[in-house]
Every structure is written in structure tokens, then in C-alpha cells.
Nanobody, 126 residues
Framework: QVQLVESGGGLVQAGGSLRLSCAASGRTFSMYAMGWFRQAPGKEREFVAAISWGGGSTYYTDSVKGRFTISRDNAKNTVYLQMNSLKPEDTAVYYC???????????????????WGQGTQVTVSS
């Protein structure tokens, strides 16, 4: 069983920055692929960013490229999402997700992740 706990959400003005953290339980965190997804009111959950087991590969949805950075600290069992130049359309609940299966078909698909956090609200005002 893996538990994921997000933190760092809040209210920020457009152009501002936030750093989300996701702390994971489990002794094999370094073997998990990790992802961030978000869900805005009335919309489907969508992929934001992901990072491979060792952190050597990262993936982003086009709308956040150049503004968001995903990283991980395996010694702290934590994955981060640094969000800069935030826009009102980034407003959503952000979810951390883990793939613990030792294989991932697509980093972009929510169905490849078997554990999820409870979510943290990010609100960007204009």
C-alpha cells in the first residue's frame, strides 16, 4: 500500500509561482514513476507532468511546458511540481499519482497510475 500526500496549493495571482510537494510512503519510492494531474470544475482530469523512476526523463503537457518543472528527491520520498508564470486557466485541484508496477505504457495516461493522493487546490486569480 502506498500513501501519497500533496501539499503546497493555495491562492496566487496570475504570474505568480507555487511549489507543490507530494510525499510518498513505501521503501521503494525510487522505483515508482510519478505524475501530476489536475482537474478543473466541470472538466475531466488531465495530465500535467510526469517523471521516470530515476528522474532521468520528464514529460509535460504542452500548456505547461516552459512554466512547470517536475522533479523528485528519492532520499525524501518526495516529488515536486514547481509552477511559474501561473495563469487563471491553471486553476484546478492537482493530484499526485504513482505507478508502482515496474512498467508504464504511457506516462500521459491516468490509467497507468495505481495510487493517487487526495489532491490540493490551486487557484490563480486574474
Amino acid at each position: 500500500q502506498v500513501q501519497l500526500v500533496e501539499s503546497g496549493g493555495g491562492l496566487v495571482q496570475a504570474g505568480g509561482s507555487l511549489r507543490l510537494s507530494c510525499a510518498a510512503s513505501g521503501r521503494t519510492f525510487s522505483m515508482y514513476a510519478m505524475g501530476w494531474f489536475r482537474q478543473a470544475p466541470g472538466k475531466e482530469r488531465e495530465f500535467v507532468a510526469a517523471i521516470s523512476w530515476g528522474g532521468g526523463s520528464t514529460y509535460y503537457t504542452d500548456s505547461v511546458k516552459g512554466r512547470f518543472t517536475i522533479s523528485r528527491d528519492n532520499a525524501k520520498n518526495t516529488v515536486y511540481l514547481q509552477m511559474n508564470s501561473l495563469k487563471p486557466e491553471d486553476t484546478a485541484v492537482y493530484y499526485c499519482a504513482a505507478n508502482t508496477r515496474n512498467y508504464i505504457g504511457s506516462y500521459y495516461s491516468m490509467y497507468e497510475y495505481d495510487y493517487w493522493g487526495q489532491g490540493t487546490q490551486v487557484t490563480v486569480s486574474s
